[in-house]
């Protein structure tokens, strides 16, 4: 015999009953109370803690079992087990287990899931959409951070006509538009938006040597527009942050904030490094040379110094780093001009 | 309890009738199991069992909350809630979206939203007052539409357009729409506390504000002159080292400043909105204390970082005990003859079903 508490499910009113199982019944009994419920239309409610259970009948009245215990030797006694998940949650191995699943599968999707999947969406989602979120993405720049470009008319045909000419590794054209704009805040500088749109600043096309040397850090951006990186960059950070969100919950904004712009600038180095190899591709099917690149980041690394606002470099891997690497792609393979 | 029983007219009042504190009988280890298992699930299912989890969740705390020998119920259905996050979430993205537009669009989608949202926030408050129960009687939401719209959509607009000089004023009135139209099976709660006294909360939390980044702004100018003044009569320059150390500390006790406040100003709301508050002709009382809340508030947030958040069922356990502790419900006559008198009939318990719009928003 189990005591539980009865509630008729019509009225407040608090009955002290005890139940037991006879055949394929609940059977629950009090002095002016005899009932006999089939086990198929009662549910037994979760265990959650040491709170009392709840053993529910079809018409909507329930029992509330304090003896857990109890309970759960009446409900071996007619055979019923718990769910899985209300097990597992009480059973020490798969808690821990638990804990060990979770780190490791957000660690696995931070670390390539995120990756894959942001690369994955970002070449199916409409371009439309990247279109869309680069017009305003310029739009809201256009306003203060950048200024018209001081590069005078012919110069700038110059320079765009150079940058059409160039051949993407597999021979096909150049299909972004080059935009020319000024910007003291960010400096000497070149992005790529979301949806492949190059910007250039007059700054970096200023401190290089030469228009070779600004090709090549164009080269460099056609790397970022060919990986939809800006599209990518965007789609990691805000799952990053959905997911921050989420776990963080209302404990606070302000955790949630830090790690996203730390995941920003963990991954950007990564794609600054496909970049780069795209970019040496373009070059050598245009019978440039790799190294021009590195050159580039040498003059810029130099001006880096007494530069006062951000500039090319403090949003990418170490330059030594990049101009070894590009170096060593120069080496490798010789320069074979396609045309 | 012993203060109040004394100030009762009668000494020898049944136990029925003496203040009833709230009991959360939780604990956060026995939590932990739940939160982990049912978040390795949310993880693997990319999201989708997270309102399952709710449910667990809910349901937890609710049963671990006891008011006179009876706990609490959750009775949603998982499904409901995942309806009301998949309508959230479409909403967060349109939302999201169209404010990138900057076009008519714009617009067009913010108003549609305004003109949607009172009803859903009025559908989703009904949602969890109806699935809670103490006792087996449950609790309903008969706030109109008509009240929504006027509490959120027009006392919005009135306090945008006053530079919030009306967000006292509007929080009055959500809480005196929301607690107004709450019942208890047949029961009806009233709500008793005038916007006055909400501009006084307001008001008190503004001045603390103020107050703080004063003393702050004096003592980094007095500091600054202290160590020039030092540095002066040392004849040497001012040391680099104890200007980036008294920043560390300004910031360090501005950043704990921001971190309690919000809790400080629920405490002081919480206990304006639940001593104000009846149940039929019982009171309650509430007596939380802001620096209190704050505390556990602050520490929960040093245990979270340290622990990559593991700590969290420990931290809702004990943000969970001490804000339902702090409140008692005072009979105002034979709390068992009150619960008993709640009708037989089944139109006061179950028949108003939820309507298939019913289900909880919030993400």
């Keep these: 015999m189990l005591q539980a508490q009865y509630v008729d499910g019509r009225s407040t009113r608090v009955r002290t009953v005890s139940l037991s199982v006879s055949g394929t019944d609940l059977v629950i009994t009090a002095d002016d109370l005899q009932r006999a419920e089939p086990l198929a239309g009662v549910v037994f409610d979760e265990q959650l803690g040491n709170a009392p259970r709840r053993v529910r009948l079809a018409d909507g009245a329930f029992c509330e079992v304090r003896d857990l215990d109890g309970l759960r030797a009446l409900m071996a006694s007619a055979r019923l087990r718990d769910g899985w998940v209300d097990r597992a949650q009480r059973h020490l191995p798969w808690v821990l287990m638990s804990v060990v699943g979770c780190v490791a599968l957000v660690a696995a999707g931070y670390r390539w899931g995120l990756p894959w999947g942001a690369r994955m969406l970002a070449q199916r989602l409409p371009p439309a959409i990247s279109a869309m979120l680069s017009r305003q993405t310029l739009k809201a720049l256009d306003g203060g951070m950048l200024l018209p470009s001081q590069l005078d008319g012919a110069r700038q045909a110059s320079l765009r006509s150079q940058f059409q000419a160039l051949r993407l590794p597999d021979g096909e054209p150049i299909r972004w538009t080059l935009l020319f704009r000024r910007s003291p805040a960010l400096g000497a500088n070149a992005f790529t938006l979301p949806d492949g749109t190059i910007v250039l600043l007059d700054d970096l096309v200023a401190q290089l040597d030469n228009d070779q040397q600004v090709m090549a850090v164009l080269a460099h951006e056609l790397g970022h527009a060919q990986g939809r990186h800006g599209m990518q960059l965007l789609l990691r950070s805000s799952a990053v942050g959905a997911f921050l969100a989420f776990y963080l919950g209302d404990f606070s904004q302000l955790l949630a904030a830090a790690p996203a712009a730390l995941a920003q600038a963990r991954y950007s180095q990564s794609l600054e490094w496909q970049a780069d190899e795209y970019g040496s591709a373009v070059m050598r099917a245009n019978g440039m040379s790799p190294a021009l690149l590195a050159d580039a980041l040498r003059l810029l690394s130099k001006s880096h110094h007494d530069a006062a606002g951000v500039s090319y470099l403090t949003s990418h891997p170490p330059t030594a780093e990049r101009m070894r690497r590009l170096e060593e792609l120069a080496q490798l393979r010789p320069v074979q001009p396609s045309h | ?363």
Excluded at chain 2, 118 to 129: A, E, G, I, K, T
Excluded at chain 2, 228 to 252: C, E, K, W
Excluded at chain 2, 300 to 324: E, S
Excluded at chain 2, 339 to 355: C, H, M
């Design chain 2, 1 to 363: 309890m012993d203060q109040t029983t004394a100030n009762a007219p009668q000494p020898t009042a049944a136990p029925a009738r003496q203040p009833q504190p709230i009991l959360f009988t939780g604990r956060g280890s026995e939590y932990f199991g739940i939160w982990i298992v049912n978040l390795l699930l949310t993880i693997v299912t990319l999201g989708i069992y997270s309102s399952w989890a709710k449910v667990r969740r809910l349901q937890y705390f609710y049963r671990h909350t006891e008011l006179a020998g009876s706990t609490f119920d959750f009775h949603g259905r998982p499904l409901r809630m995942f309806y009301g996050r998949l309508i959230a979430l479409g909403m967060l993205l349109i939302y999201s979206y169209s404010v990138r537009l900057h076009s008519l669009v714009t617009l067009l989608v913010l108003a549609l939203l305004a003109l949607v949202m009172p009803w859903l926030l009025r559908n989703s408050l009904r949602f969890r007052l109806y699935n809670t129960s103490w006792r087996g009687t449950r609790f309903h939401f008969r706030g109109t539409v008509a009240g929504a719209y006027r509490v959120f959509l027009l006392n919005g607009f009135l306090t945008m357009i006053t530079l919030y000089i009306m967000a006292p004023f509007m929080h009055q009135r959500l809480k005196s729409y929301q607690h107004d139209n709450s019942w208890f099976g047949r029961t009806r709660c009233s709500f008793h506390a005038g916007a006055g006294r909400f501009y006084l909360v307001y008001l008190l939390v503004l001045a603390a504000i103020i107050g703080f980044f004063v003393v702050l702004s004096m003592a980094g100018v007095f500091n600054a002159f202290a160590s020039i003044n030092a540095a002066q009569h040392g004849g040497g320059r001012v040391d680099p080292s104890a200007i980036f150390r008294t920043m560390l500390i300004t910031y360090g006790v501005a950043i704990l400043f921001g971190v309690s406040i919000g809790p400080a100003f629920h405490a002081l709301i919480n206990n304006l909105v639940w001593n104000n508050t009846r149940i039929g002709e019982h009171r309650l009382e509430c007596r939380m204390s802001p620096v209190k809340l704050a505390w556990i508030t602050l520490t929960n947030l040093l245990l979270l970082v340290p622990t990559i958040g593991l700590f969290t069922p420990w931290a809702a356990v004990r943000l969970a005990k001490y804000q339902l502790e702090s409140v008692r419900l005072l009979p105002a006559s034979d709390l068992q003859e009150f619960v008993d008198a709640e009708p037989e009939s089944p139109g006061a318990v179950g028949e108003e079903a939820a309507t298939a719009f019913d289900f909880d928003i919030s993400l």
